[in-house]
């Protein structure tokens, strides 16, 4: 049996405010505690190139963006001007010596809240599964579709060689609730120099903005997809090529009759489901904090 993991990669947070003092306070206060606690990291200040009224401070260690913190407006169901900040970490799960950057940042940042009582929610999570296998050997389906949803079929041409869509999305994707792709990780990472082919499950703000996140969304998402794994290509091939005369028209109830279930991984999400939990349980005595200089100027950089 193939080995694989389970993780969070892109984690999207967003505090709302009634009002833009408070907002800005806030924002400079959340920048303030990276720069004090992680002198390394470099804030790049109002980032966003899009005109549409919000602004974006960029965190970088070196070359690499470790998150984002943007801050703008939008109005609720009741036409009020509700005031947001969302902190974006860019991924925790890169196999990379940032990936412990990444985390740290993310503690720091819930720390901050939690202590001085800023509610927060989730509005964007990758769900990633990491298997430890070539691409070739692997390939993911939706098994529960959404209506006007179009998906790429078994043997329709894909964009790239080591991608796989499973939704077309294409140039639209930004404006979707979720979307989802299997990949081999090396072909875009080089410094990874062993096989992992990663499914990622992007649910995105639209989608928490119609369903609040609560404890088994992600297993409930994860399970509308399945996830194979063959252990020879000529198993794959022979398989795939039973699937593609029933794909248009089976039931997911029938599904198990084509005998896909004997490849198929399930992955189990309650650990990164409590660690999401975890978030809102940490605070700033829990840290090891370094002791903030008197007279700072980094305000003078804001």
Same mark, same amino acid.
């Given at each position: 049996?193939?080995?694989?993991?389970?993780?969070?990669?892109?984690?999207?947070?967003?505090?709302?405010?009634?009002?833009?003092?408070?907002?800005?306070?806030?924002?400079?206060?959340?920048?303030?505690?990276?720069?004090?606690?992680?002198?390394?990291?470099?804030? %790049?200040?109002?980032?966003?190139?899009?005109?549409?009224?919000?602004? @974006?401070?960029?965190?970088?260690?070196?070359?690499?963006?470790?998150?984002?913190?943007?801050?703008?407006?939008?109005?609720?169901?009741?036409?009020?001007?509700?005031?947001?900040?969302?902190?974006?970490?860019?991924?925790?799960?890169?196999?990379?010596?940032?990936? %412990?950057?990444?985390?740290? $940042?993310?503690?720091?940042?819930?720390?901050?809240?939690?202590?001085?009582?800023?509610?927060?929610? /989730?509005?964007?999570?990758?769900?990633?599964?990491?298997?430890?296998?070539?691409?070739?050997?692997?390939?993911?389906? $939706?098994? %529960?579709?959404?209506?006007?949803?179009?998906?790429?079929?078994?043997?329709?041409?894909?964009?790239?060689?080591?991608?796989?869509?499973?939704?077309?999305?294409?140039?639209?994707?930004?404006?979707?609730?979720?979307?989802? %792709?299997?990949?081999?990780?090396?072909?875009?990472?080089?410094?990874?120099? /062993?096989?992992?082919?990663?499914?990622? =499950?992007?649910?995105?703000?639209?989608?928490?903005?119609?369903?609040?996140?609560?404890?088994?969304?992600?297993?409930?998402?994860?399970?509308?997809?399945?996830?194979?794994?063959?252990? @020879? =290509?000529?198993?794959?091939?022979?398989?795939?090529?039973?699937?593609?005369?029933?794909?248009?028209?089976?039931?997911?109830?029938?599904?198990?009759?084509?005998?896909?279930?004997?490849?198929?991984?399930?992955?189990?999400?309650?650990?990164?489901?409590?660690?999401?939990?975890?978030?809102?349980?940490?605070?700033?005595?829990?840290?090891?904090?370094?002791?903030?200089?008197?007279?700072?100027?980094?305000?003078?950089?804001?």
């Amino acid at each position: 049996m193939i080995n694989y993991t389970v993780h969070i990669d892109t984690l999207k947070l967003q505090i709302d405010f009634i009002n833009s003092s408070e907002q800005r306070e806030v924002m400079d206060q959340l920048a303030r505690a990276l720069d004090i606690t992680f002198p390394f990291l470099k804030v %790049k200040y109002n980032t966003n190139t899009n005109p549409n009224g919000a602004y @974006t401070h960029t965190v970088n260690t070196g070359r690499a963006k470790i998150l984002e913190l943007t801050s703008g407006a939008y109005k609720d169901k009741y036409q009020r001007t509700i005031y947001f900040i969302t902190i974006e970490i860019a991924g925790l799960k890169q196999y990379h010596k940032n990936d %412990k950057i990444a985390y740290d $940042c993310l503690i720091r940042l819930v720390a901050y809240l939690n202590t001085n009582e800023i509610s927060f929610e /989730y509005k964007g999570i990758d769900v990633a599964v990491d298997l430890q296998s070539f691409f070739a050997f692997t390939y993911v389906f $939706c098994n %529960k579709k959404a209506p006007r949803v179009q998906y790429y079929s078994v043997y329709e041409k894909q964009p790239y060689l080591t991608t796989r869509y499973i939704e077309k999305y294409i140039n639209t994707h930004n404006q979707v609730m979720k979307r989802s %792709k299997l990949y081999y990780k090396p072909a875009k990472d080089k410094y990874i120099t /062993y096989p992992i082919t990663r499914y990622e =499950l992007k649910l995105q703000s639209s989608f928490f903005n119609k369903y609040p996140y609560r404890y088994g969304m992600l297993q409930n998402e994860l399970d509308r997809y399945h996830i194979l794994y063959f252990p @020879t =290509l000529d198993e794959k091939a022979a398989a795939l090529e039973l699937y593609s005369q029933y794909e248009e028209s089976v039931r997911r109830r029938d599904l198990h009759k084509l005998g896909l279930d004997r490849y198929r991984l399930y992955p189990n999400t309650s650990e990164i489901e409590n660690f999401l939990f975890d978030l809102y349980d940490v605070y700033e005595h829990d840290l090891d904090l370094p002791v903030e200089e008197e007279n700072s100027d980094w305000l003078d950089e804001y």
